[in-house]
């Protein structure tokens, strides 16, 4: 099983990005997965999840903000990222219940 997230960078806080995370090796569809960050010094934390069947939860800190999608037949996951924080600065990674992928930057500048 593979994950690669992508779509990471650099943006004023404020504004906006798109992460994307493509998924080999499993059956994607009948997958839950998930989005977590770990800023430096700080312990990782769950930022949003999505079900197989299409059921999301997010942290609070992200509610309203941030929108966790699936496109099972390309086998992706998104995290679309808005009202950017210098606070949301962190290494963002996707990851299903046994397999974490390599994760992507994102910086917020403030």
């Known amino acids: 099983v593979q994950l690669q997230a992508s779509g990471g960078g650099l943006v004023q806080a404020g504004g906006s990005l798109r992460l994307s995370c493509a998924v080999s090796?499993?059956?994607?569809?009948?997958?839950?997965i998930a989005w977590f960050r770990q800023a430096p010094g700080k312990q990782r934390d769950l930022v949003a999840a999505?079900?197989?069947?299409?059921?999301?939860y997010y942290q609070d800190a992200v509610k309203g903000r941030f929108t966790i999608s699936r496109d099972n037949a390309k086998n992706t996951l998104y995290l679309q990222m808005n009202s950017l924080k210098s606070e949301d600065t962190a290494v963002y990674y996707c990851?299903?219940?046994?397999?974490r992928g390599r994760g992507t930057q994102v910086t917020v500048s403030s």
């Open positions: 990851a299903t219940d046994s397999v």
């Open positions: 090796g499993l059956t994607f569809g009948n997958s839950a």
């Open positions: 999505i079900s197989s069947e299409g059921n999301a």
